[in-house]
């Protein structure tokens, strides 16, 4: 079972940072785009960020555009989820998945991800 592992979350207080990390087996890297999502009870699951294989193209949420930087070391399998000015509103659980090839017009829906990861629970207090 191909398994994505997320890490980074925790507590932190409005206006400060933490970095979510993304480890997954060295093949996924090669063959998916890797995105993260958040959840919120009673809410969807929704697009925050997503970085292409040659980790040329990255899209974002608009409400994370400018605090929020995602990045990947394919040497090290991993992908880095920056988040800068946090607010209390970006409380979730969030995860990361490996997601299929984009066909057409991009979309962030997470009916293209193939694989997903456990979830890591990111708290922003006021």
């Known amino acids: 079972q191909v398994q994505l592992a997320e890490s980074g979350g925790g507590l932190v207080q409005a206006g400060g940072s933490l970095r979510l990390s993304c480890a997954a087996p060295?093949?996924?890297?090669?063959?998916?785009?890797i995105g993260w999502f958040r959840q919120t009870p009673g809410k969807a699951r929704e697009f925050v960020a997503e970085i292409m294989r040659s980790g040329g193209s990255t899209y974002y949420a608009d409400f994370v555009k400018g605090r929020f930087t995602i990045s990947r070391d394919n040497a090290k399998n991993t992908v880095l989820l920056q988040m800068n000015s946090l607010k209390r509103e970006d409380t979730a659980v969030y995860y990361c998945?490996?997601?299929?090839?984009?066909?057409?017009?991009?979309?962030?829906?997470?009916?293209?991800?193939?694989?997903w990861g456990q979830g890591t629970q990111v708290t922003v207090s006021s």
């Open positions: 998945a490996a997601m299929n090839a984009v066909v057409g017009i991009w979309s962030g829906a997470s009916s293209r991800a193939r694989y």
């Open positions: 060295g093949f996924i890297f090669s063959t998916y785009s």
